[in-house]
């Protein structure tokens, strides 16, 4: 079984749509994130959601709002795409914090967003 | 955030061991060392973490040096599915901060047969 799933897979669309990446986790896991990889293969994170809440919001445009529904969902929404936007989107889920530092985060295969 | 230095590239022959440095002079005294990789076309995979102690798991090893301002991951025997960008990333303990992974650029492995 897919641990991190995400969806699609693909994603291809013109300048000004409004669209949605989706990720699951069946892990049973608290916190869930997304990050972004760039065209030059930079990883950022975008977002941190601990039980339901947000807890890191990098500067990131507010045309990007995620939502989690429940604590094993953490889906992305972007308005008014740009080409800027094009990348791929990686969701990743970890256990919360430990007396032993942070768990280590398990990433989903990607969503590769282009955006024309 | 404490930085990491790692180099670019790194080429490995196949079923030899391979030494991958880093360098974290400015780490605190309760960040963690953590490792991962990314193989082509694919998310990031946790590897390995340590505090201050060497520490070693079916994937690899992890070697902190004493001062802990630097650490070397070893793989003991490389093997063409080891070709990816290993990571070393610097974790805080505690606070909002140790929740994310801040990642630099990497060293590219490439493993010959």
């Known amino acids: 079984d897919t641990a991190v799933s995400q969806t699609p897979k693909y994603l291809v669309t013109q300048m000004g749509n409004d669209k949605s990446i989706k990720c699951e986790q069946n892990l049973g896991h608290d916190t869930m994130y997304w990050y972004k990889q760039d065209s030059k293969k930079f990883l950022k994170i975008m977002f941190s959601y601990n039980n339901k809440e947000l807890i890191i919001n990098e500067t990131v445009p507010n045309r990007f709002s995620p939502k989690s529904p429940d604590k094993a969902h953490l889906n992305l929404h972007i308005n008014s795409l740009e080409l800027g936007d094009s990348a791929v989107y990686f969701c990743?889920?970890?256990?919360?914090?430990?007396?032993?530092?942070?768990?280590?985060?398990?990433f989903g295969p990607g969503t590769r967003l282009t955006v024309t | 955030d404490a930085k990491t230095t790692q180099p670019n590239s790194m080429e490995s022959n196949e079923e030899e061991p391979v030494h991958l440095p880093c360098n974290h002079s400015t780490i605190s005294g309760t960040d963690y060392i953590h490792w991962y990789r990314q193989l082509p076309s694919q998310g990031p995979e946790y590897v390995i973490h340590?505090?201050?102690s060497n520490v070693n798991n079916r994937m690899a090893s992890l070697a902190i040096a004493e001062d802990r301002k630097s650490s070397t991951l070893i793989l003991h025997r490389a093997t063409l599915r080891d070709a990816a960008v290993y990571y070393c990333i610097l974790r805080a303990h505690s606070g909002a901060g140790s929740y994310q992974l801040t990642f630099g650029k990497g060293t590219k492995l490439s493993v010959i047969p």
């Open positions: 340590g505090l201050t």
């Open positions: 990743a889920s970890s256990l919360g914090l430990s007396e032993g530092g942070a768990y280590e985060q398990y």
